[in-house]
């Protein structure tokens, strides 16, 4: 993974047809693809098939699914209109959405396309690696749950500041295209290193990776919609 953060990202960029990275459409797949591949296909791989790991000990399982239509149902609907009313009165990237620059066909269509964009991007991706894999292994050293919990919640929020300073991810943030070091470092910890800490616990709690995937396609959700309809000229 290393390697691959380091530069695997421009190399697999550079063996990929122009017209793929030219296309805003076709590049949105191709970063999808890389993620999943090297943050879920070969962790699960490797935890699977060399350590004899079951789909269940990452919280994927038919359970998880009947939860969401259960007791777990109201900890979602509660927990995620927190967090998208906290990005729509708080969030600068939320600024288009509160100003009324989207038409009601964009917000109609667009908004429920890119939850479910997010589900998969952002809910499987991060989750499934950060609290799924990573959180348990730490939980399971330390032999704490709670020690899981803010180590994780501090490498989640730390692992976004690098993208936030080479890659202009602040602008979906609302901290502009190039944020000083201290900027991104302190609202990594500030913010994403708080919200790890929510995702932490109702991993703990549940071990539901699909509720998990809901929320934080939730909280990423208004941060994300403008330029997800401007790519996809909704």
């Known amino acids: 993974m290393s390697i691959y953060l380091i530069g695997g990202l421009q190399w697999i960029d550079n063996s990929l047809p122009r017209a793929w990275i030219d296309s805003a ?20 791989g490797i935890f699977r098939f060399l350590f004899g790991y079951r789909a269940c000990d990452f919280g994927i399982q038919i359970q998880g699914l009947r939860a969401l239509r ?50 998969i991007e952002v809910g499987l991706v991060e989750e499934f690696f950060f609290r799924a894999l990573v959180q348990s292994r730490l939980a399971a050293w330390f032999k704490s749950e709670v020690g899981g919990v803010v180590l994780m919640s501090l490498i989640f929020g730390l692992a976004h500041a690098p993208g936030f300073i080479f890659r202009q991810a602040g602008n ?14 302190a609202y990594s910890i500030v913010v994403l290193a708080v919200s790890g800490i929510l995702f932490g616990v109702i991993w703990s709690r549940t071990k539901n990776l699909f509720a998990l995937m809901l929320l934080h396609a939730a909280g990423d959700l208004l941060p994300n919609f403008a330029n997800f309809v401007k790519v996809w000229q909704l």
């Open 70 to 119: 259960r007791n777990h149902l109201p900890l979602i609907l509660l927990v995620g209109g927190a967090l998208i009313a906290f990005q729509y009165v708080l969030g600068g990237a939320a600024a288009p959405l509160r100003e009324r620059k989207f038409t009601a066909y964009e917000l109609f269509f667009g908004l429920p396309l890119c939850f479910v964009w997010l589900t």
């Open 172 to 185: 979906v943030e609302g901290l502009g295209p190039n944020p000083s070091v201290l900027d991104a470092l």
């Open 25 to 44: 459409q076709i590049k949105f797949f191709v970063t999808l693809a890389k993620k999943v591949i090297v943050f879920v296909a070969i962790p699960f």
